[in-house]
Nanobody, 126 residues
């Protein structure tokens, strides 16, 4: 059974940075796709960034381009989301999600993911 555990959320001032981590267990992960989503109060859960576990292009939502970096350490079965220049509108619960065998266009579709972490709160406020 695949399990995903996020960490690294917290309170940060506008313009600050945070790095989220997602530790995966219960693979195999060969054909895995792993992504970050976020959900703000009263809004739908939206795609932030994601990539195939085995490599290939990383996709980042327009809201995060130039500020968010998705990376992975396969030796630790962990993916990261480095977030810079955070703004109040980035406040949300951030979720790690995974699925097997998604095509590139499907990365952004939350309905395609069947493994989810518990979420970690990110609050950007002065």
């Amino acid at each position: 059974q695949v399990q995903l555990v996020e960490s690294g959320g917290g309170l940060v001032q506008p313009g600050g940075s945070l790095t989220l981590s997602c530790a995966a267990s219960g693979g195999p992960f060969g054909t895995f796709v792993v992504a970050w989503f976020r959900q703000a109060p009263g809004k739908e859960r939206e795609f932030v960034a994601g990539s195939r576990w085995s490599g290939g292009a990383t996709r980042v939502a327009d809201s995060g381009k130039g500020r968010f970096t998705f990376s992975k350490d396969r030796t630790k079965n962990t993916v990261y989301l480095q977030m810079n220049s955070l703004q109040p509108e980035d406040t949300a619960v951030y979720y790690c999600a995974a699925a097997y065998n998604l095509r590139q266009p499907e990365l952004v579709d939350r309905a395609r993911y069947n493994y989810w972490g518990q979420g970690t709160q990110v609050t950007v406020s002065s």
